[in-house]
């Protein structure tokens, strides 16, 4: 009964380096999500995967790259960190056409110094 | 630009009072309304969710009255425990079928106390 598993918790980067945040949920939804939460500023959605092979821009793409591997895994990739990326960051998946809102996982605390 | 507008920032409750939090969009497109709980090193979780035809929404001790006029929605807490003391974050939601996609409010740290 795993959900969405992110991959690292907590990651700690130098300005400048290049990292992969990984998501994988086992419940065979259709649609995955990135978001970044910062105090005061709730979850902004960072990009989406609507279906397996499609991506999308969400409200704050700048600086981040994505990849949706399989209908399972959806990959966050940050080329060249900036503190300004630090926040933690949340992968969520949901159903297609259903009504039923998204699962999040439990979060990637990110660190860029 | 914040499409969702959430007040207040925190709020501090006795255990057994009312928790209110409310919510204020202007986007008309958005047609349907979940309420998230977070607790401390969790993602969020979907707590209670209202569609724009109904006003009202109540389960267990957690009620979302909706007004579609004023373009506001809140959340009531009921006899509010020390274990709800979390941060609950609105939410609306645009799009249609797998492209929809959710737009969250700021967020309200609740406490409450014992």
């Known amino acids: 009964n795993a959900g969405v598993t992110q991959t690292p918790k907590f990651q700690v980067l130098k300005t400048g380096q290049s990292m992969t945040l990984q998501c994988a949920q086992d419940m065979n939804h259709n649609s995955m999500y990135w978001y970044r939460q910062d105090p005061g500023m709730g979850l902004r959605l960072i990009y989406y995967?609507?279906?397996?092979?499609?991506?999308d821009k969400g409200e704050v793409p700048n600086g981040y790259n994505v990849s949706r591997l399989n209908k399972r895994e959806f990959s966050l990739r940050l080329e060249s960190a900036a503190p300004s990326q630090t926040s933690v960051y949340f992968c969520?998946?949901?159903?297609?056409?259903?009504?039923?809102?998204?699962?999040f996982g439990q979060g990637t605390r990110l660190t860029v110094v | 630009q914040q499409q969702v507008k959430q007040s207040p920032q925190s709020l501090i409750v006795q255990k057994g009072g009312i928790s209110i939090i409310n919510c204020a969009y202007e986007n008309t497109a958005f047609d349907y309304f979940p309420w998230y709980q977070q607790f401390p090193g969790k993602g969020p979780a979907l707590l209670i969710a209202?569609?724009?035809?109904?006003s009202e929404k109540k389960e267990g001790r957690f009620t979302i009255s909706f007004n579609k006029s004023a373009k506001q929605f809140s959340l009531h807490i009921m006899d509010s425990q020390p274990g709800d003391s979390a941060t609950y974050f609105c939410a609306a939601r645009t799009g249609f079928g797998s492209a929809r996609q959710l737009t969250f409010g700021s967020g309200t740290q609740l406490t409450v106390l014992p």
């Open positions: 969520a998946s949901r159903p297609g056409q259903t009504l039923t809102e998204a699962f």
């Open positions: 995967s609507a279906s397996e092979g499609t991506t």
């Open positions: 209202i569609r724009p035809d109904v």
